[in-house]
């Protein structure tokens, strides 16, 4: 079976970079203008669909079910939920 991945090595790095950076409320400029085009994707597509509380997709991203979303679309969806996840466990871990 062969598997396409849109996020290489690469493009995972600079997502992850940003999206730990968002979710923990920090800011710099550099980051921001070098991997901005991952914005759109945490701030317009994944953070008004996500139940903030639990990391779940309240709802999909486009109409129709989960089989009907667009492959990369769900890639980069799950890679930032992951990251979310994974952001929210360590501040709860902090206190």
């Known amino acids: 079976m ?3 991945n849109y996020l290489n090595k690469r493009k995972s790095n600079e ?3 940003l999206a730990e950076m968002i979710f923990n409320g920090e800011y710099d400029e550099e980051v ?3 991997y901005g085009q991952w ?3 945490i701030g317009n597509i994944f953070l ?3 139940n903030t ?3 779940d997709f309240s709802r999909l991203p486009y109409d129709g079910g989960i089989m009907e979303q667009g492959y990369i679309s769900m ?3 799950y890679k930032i939920q992951s990251i979310y996840r994974k952001t929210q466990f360590n501040k709860l871990h902090k206190i």
């Open 2 to 4: 062969l598997r396409f």
């Open 15 to 17: 997502l992850e970079t």
């Open 32 to 34: 921001f203008a070098e």
């Open 39 to 41: 914005r759109l994707w």
């Open 48 to 50: 008004p669909i996500v």
């Open 53 to 55: 509380e639990t990391g």
């Open 75 to 77: 890639e980069i969806l």
